[in-house]
């Protein structure tokens, strides 16, 4: 059921993401699905209830069906902007290395703390991590650096501030 109502939200998500993306920009949404993950993790983590857990879930969907969106389609092409050609394969490979290499480490961690601290736990570390991201990340992210990152690199600048 959780991986139903999941994919639900995902598609929801995917299909709401272009819109999103051009009333937010592209640097505040995906920092808004990084703090959207934490809050669901939270609740997720906190809930003892099938159903909270699974409203969590579907929100935390809709939000990775954004991020997916965002992060695949327009992230993709603002690296293959900002980034200059002869570097352009080095930093794919160490991007999708890094992104790779982070699966079976973090599906690790959270068997080994679900384990010793119980399955809480995993979701409310994952809830910490993710705001800490968010918030590092967002000098980075914003709208303001992705158009600065765009300009820097010659391309013309997108309405919305993406």
Do not use: E, K
């Amino acid at each position: 059921m959780l991986l139903t109502v999941s994919a639900a939200g995902g598609l929801a998500g995917s299909v709401v993401a272009p819109r999103l993306g051009r009333r937010l920009g592209t640097g505040r949404l995906l920092v808004v699905t990084i703090l959207l993950h934490a809050a669901c993790s939270l609740a997720f983590g906190l809930s003892s209830t099938p159903w909270t857990a699974g409203v969590a879930w579907a929100i935390a969907g809709a939000a990775t069906g954004v991020s997916n969106v965002v992060s695949n389609v327009v992230g993709t092409s603002l690296r293959q902007t900002i980034v200059p050609d002869h570097l352009l394969g080095r930093v794919v490979s160490a991007f999708r290395m890094l992104a790779y290499c982070a699966v079976p480490v973090g599906t690790l961690l959270g068997g080994v703390l679900g384990r010793t601290l119980g399955l809480r736990a995993p979701f409310l570390l994952a809830a910490a991590v993710r705001v800490a991201i968010g918030l590092l990340v967002l000098p980075v992210l914003g709208n303001r650096a992705v158009q600065a990152a765009r300009l820097a690199a010659g391309a013309a600048p997108r309405p919305g501030g993406t």
